[in-house]
């Protein structure tokens, strides 16, 4: 069982930067590939970025390829997303993922456990 936490959402305007964070219990987090999916109102949940579970492998949508960066410390049990030149379409509820495998996919049917969420708002 996998339990995680994100933090680091909040209000900013365009072009500014945030970086989320997720951290997860248990000491299997090194084994699982991490993913961040967001959901905007009335909209569906849209995959954002990946990552593998050694970090050698990560992927972006293409919204926000060039603008953000995943990555992991296993040693903290924590997976980053770090986002710049934010836009208001970048306005979510973003939720970190682990998949119960070594690598990531773009589905959010594959992944085994969620975190809560955390809001992210850009203002124009």
């Known amino acids: 069982q996998v339990q995680l936490v994100e933090s680091g959402g909040g209000l900013v305007q365009a072009g500014g930067s945030l970086r989320l964070s997720c951290a997860a219990s248990?000491?299997?987090?090194?084994?699982?590939?991490m993913g961040w999916f967001r959901q905007a109102p009335g909209a569906e949940r849209e995959f954002v970025a990946l990552?593998?579970?050694?970090?050698?492998?990560?992927d972006y949508a293409d919204s926000v390829k060039g603008r953000s960066t995943i990555s992991r410390d296993n040693a903290k049990n924590t997976v980053y997303l770090q986002m710049n030149s934010l836009k208001p379409e970048d306005t979510a509820v973003y939720y970190c993922?682990?998949?119960?495998?070594?690598?990531?996919?773009?589905?959010?049917?594959?992944?085994?456990?969620w975190g809560q969420g955390t809001q992210v708002t850009t203002s124009s």
């Open positions: 993922a682990a998949r119960n495998s070594p690598f990531g996919t773009k589905r959010y049917s594959d992944y085994n456990y």
């Open positions: 990552i593998s579970w050694n970090g050698g492998n990560t």
């Open positions: 248990g000491r299997a987090f090194s084994t699982y590939a």
